[in-house]
């Protein structure tokens, strides 16, 4: 199975979808991964009112590839920051760690989701968490337990704070990825968007990291890009079985 990742520059608009089929048709992948809020653009504030969607406008949506984005979401008289798998059919995960903080304000436009689940694709048992979500330990408790073969992790994490001429944020970020693979014996798909909305830069840097907690592919800083990977069952059956445990 071969996975892409579409390191995007939204715009801070409902209307991205020719973006996302421009990069669709540039890749023979199996799968196309985008950011987090791919559709909408990060700093959406008072204009979710208007410009989230209803699930149903996805589930009309054909793609010749399975594609994961990140959109607006209204539900039941909510609104949640959601990544989508759109493949045979619709999955939905609504992200639960909603940073409000700093330049962050999630929690004033967005309901959290419930919480973390894992669902069946063609590369196995798949789970998806949005950004914030993996800066948890419940997240790491829960690879640690559920063991996907593939966990997804779209973003938009903006640049801030360099050290020794690095960004810190993106070591902290290697960390965590490295080690959700490594405890869950799976592959890791990092997609982070690029660009500039309200005073945030995005850095971009979108990653493959095997079972082994190896870094197989990465995009650029700051560009947009696109970068592909073969994903391997082997590596990850062998991984798995190393991490065996009696019940």
């Known amino acids: 199975m071969k996975i892409a990742l579409a390191q995007i520059r939204p715009k801070l608009s409902p209307d991205n979808l020719?973006?996302?089929r421009e990069f669709i048709?540039?890749?023979d992948a199996d799968l196309v991964v985008f950011p987090e809020l791919s559709m909408n653009g990060?700093?959406?504030?008072?204009?979710l009112l208007e410009d989230s969607f209803d699930e149903s406008f996805f589930e009309e949506l054909f793609f010749d590839k399975d594609v994961v984005f990140g959109a607006a979401i209204k539900d039941g008289g909510k609104i949640f920051n959601s990544a989508i798998y759109l493949g045979d059919t619709l999955y939905r995960h609504d992200k639960v760690h909603l940073p409000t903080y700093g330049v962050f304000e999630e929690g004033r436009f967005f309901f959290k989701g419930r919480g973390f689940d894992t669902f069946e694709t063609k590369f196995g048992k798949t789970a998806m968490f949005v950004c914030e979500d993996v800066f948890s330990g419940e997240a790491m408790g829960f690879v640690a337990k559920e063991k996907p073969d593939l966990i997804i992790v779209i973003a938009a994490s903006p640049a801030r704070e360099f050290k020794d001429g690095k960004l810190l944020i993106e070591e902290q970020w290697n960390s965590?990825?490295?080690n959700m693979a490594i405890l869950s014996g799976g592959y890791v798909a990092f997609a982070n968007r690029v660009g500039?909305?309200?005073?945030?830069g995005f850095w971009g840097k979108s990653k493959v990291i095997n079972p082994k907690g190896e870094i197989e592919v990465e995009a650029k800083y700051f560009d947009e890009d696109l970068v592909e990977c073969e994903l391997s069952h082997n590596l990850t059956f062998t991984q798995k079985y190393f991490l065996r445990k009696e019940s």
């Open 25 to 27: 048709k540039k890749t």
């Open 176 to 178: 965590i990825l490295k």
């Open 42 to 47: 990060y700093k959406v504030k008072d204009a």
């Open 196 to 200: 500039f909305e309200d005073g945030l």
């Open 18 to 20: 020719e973006k996302h």
